[in-house]
């Protein structure tokens, strides 16, 4: 479905590009292919699993906002992957999530 340009993805990113793929994959528009109900169907799944993940990161960057006494605002929340990163960052230069290394 996308989503990997720079700034992430929305809802209406998913809906835009689901509507754009189930046209081309719907079982209907392609009785001679034997796979088109199985890629319709695992289209759907994507788009899901892609809801959910924004969902996910959602909360994640309203924790953040709070933990740093802010307020998540619209626009953060529509593309949250980028608070998401900026966590990542965070974490990296505190030195948290690393394994030592074995002298």
């Known amino acids: 479905l996308g989503g990997s340009h ?3 993805y929305g809802e209406a990113d998913i809906a835009y ?6 046209r081309a994959l719907h079982p209907d528009k392609n009785p001679d292919v034997a796979m088109a ?5 695992r289209l759907s799944e994507a788009a899901d699993e892609l809801r ?3 969902q996910e990161q959602r909360r994640l960057a309203t924790r953040l906002a709070a933990a740093t006494g802010q307020q998540a605002t619209d626009e953060m929340l529509e593309r949250p992957q980028e608070a998401c990163r900026l966590l990542n960052v965070i974490c990296g230069l505190a030195g948290e999530g690393e394994v030592p290394t074995v002298a």
């Open 6 to 8: 720079l700034g992430g």
């Open 17 to 22: 590009a689901y509507r754009q793929l189930s």
């Open 37 to 41: 109900p199985k890629a319709f169907h």
């Open 52 to 54: 959910r993940g924004l």
